[in-house]
Every structure is written in structure tokens, then in C-alpha cells.
């Protein structure tokens, strides 16, 4: 379990919730959030514990596994999930961004100037067998 606190893009922090699920051991996960409802006169915000889901899918066990989150040094959630078998062998994976929230600078790159050039090659001249084609743009 975890508390990430608010940052200047959210008004409010979350808990998060990581526990392994009965004797399949498949890793689940919760996080709060708040329900709201919207009466004739009033909305009535309501904190609440769920959304519950997969930690990354299915398939992932483990028979233990913790959260954490340090103001000031994190920016992520982070997660420690750990293994064991009957042969003794035991195994720590650390998954940095436990949240699934990637810090990405987003870019607008233009396809559509590449795929409208090889589009417009391969419709004129499919396979290089006209001999005067259309000229593509680019």
C-alpha cells in the first residue's frame, strides 16, 4: 500500500492498494478515487477504495509484493514484487513505474507526408512497371 500525494496537475493524492489474490497468487490491484453524484439540488463527492484490475496482467503472480512512493525523490509509483517456488528459487522485480505513467514529451510528427508519398508510389506505379508514372509529391 501506497499514498501518492497531489501534484500541481491533480487536486487530490491517491492510495494505492497492490495484494497478491488467493492461491493463484495473481497480482491485483486497487486505487481511491472519489464517485461523484450529482443530486437535483446538490453533488455529493463520496472517497472511495476500488477499481480493481490486474497489476500488469493475468499471468503475473508473485507471493509478495509492496508499493511505495517518496515525496521528493519519487516521481512514479514504484513496486517491489517478490517470487519464490518449490525449488528454492527466489527472484525481486522491481517495476519502477508501478502507476503506468510515463513522463513523455509528445511530439507531432508529420505521417502523413510519408505515407501519402508511398501510397501515391505504390498506387502509380505498382512494383516499377510504368514507364511514365504520376509524379509524387516529397
Request: aromatic share 10%; proline share 6%.
Amino acid at each position: 500500500m501506497a499514498w501518492v500525494p497531489p501534484d500541481p496537475t491533480s487536486a487530490v493524492g491517491r492510495l494505492h492498494i497492490a495484494y497478491s489474490s488467493g492461491s493463484s497468487a495473481v497480482v491485483r490491484t486497487m486505487m481511491s478515487y472519489v464517485d461523484v453524484e450529482r443530486l437535483p439540488n446538490r453533488v455529493v463527492k463520496t472517497p472511495r477504495v476500488g477499481i480493481a484490475t490486474y497489476f500488469d496482467n493475468v499471468w503475473r503472480t508473485a507471493n509478495g509484493v509492496d508499493l511505495f512512493f517518496e515525496e521528493g525523490v519519487d516521481s512514479n509509483l514504484r513496486a517491489v514484487l517478490a517470487f519464490a517456488n518449490e525449488k528454492q528459487l527466489t527472484q525481486l522485480w522491481f517495476h519502477p513505474k508501478a502507476d503506468g505513467i510515463n513522463d513523455t514529451t509528445y511530439t507531432n510528427h508529420n505521417d502523413w507526408a510519408v505515407l501519402g508519398r508511398n501510397l501515391c508510389g505504390e498506387l502509380v506505379n505498382p512494383g516499377g512497371l510504368v514507364d511514365n508514372p504520376v509524379r509524387c509529391g516529397g
